[in-house]
């Protein structure tokens, strides 16, 4: 069984978002981070075991900006952690899922990640994330 890690959400704003976030879950950003690998910076909320992960894109026509332009502001994407990404990887490849990257790269919060294509997960763009040592 894999526990949802975070929830990814987009917003064109970190800086306006951060105050609804605060106000909306009653608890204050513990982390802002930026992923210089994803052109992103981050915000971190802990929400009982789960934790919701702000994403403001840094540079024109990154990921997080197209994203925002084709779907508008919102849920980006489920993170589930898993204790070893790379077998995880390799089950779900042999099962037919495809990953849009071959190996997994630094994100945020020290963490690996990988990312499921959107296509062979109904639409729901799925990360892999396991803590770094
Ligand atoms: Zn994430």
Known sequence: MLNIEHIGIAV??????IPLFETLLN???YKKEMVASENVQTAFFQQGETKIELLESTVEG???SKFI????????????AVEDIHAEMERLKEAGFEFLNAEPKAGAD?????FLHPKCTNGV???LCMERD
């Open 12 to 17: 064109k704003s970190i800086e306006k978002s």
């Open 62 to 64: 990154g990921v997080i």
């Open 27 to 29: 608890t204050s950003c």
């Open 69 to 80: 332009e084709k779907k508008g502001e919102g849920m980006h994407h489920i993170a589930l």
């Open 110 to 114: 020290n963490k690996l990640i990988c």
């Open 125 to 127: 763009l799925v990360e």
